[in-house]
């Protein structure tokens, strides 16, 4: 099967929520391991101690929601 690799970058804002970003889709985690280290890690705001950077792996023409889900209000 075929994946696809998704960078995401997370901070935790002033109000406690959370700010996610995607910044790329990239054919290897290599590349997206590498993107991240050479460009993201540099600038303003993704350079910061108190944010994380996440790859995470997909597989291409596959369903991720397996299941619905409840909203808390």
Known sequence: MKSIFLLFHTHLMPDGTDDGKLLGAYSSRHIAEKR???????????REPDGEFVIDEYQIDQDNWQEGFIVNK
């Open 36 to 46: 991240r280290d050479t460009k993201y890690r540099l600038l303003p705001g993704f």
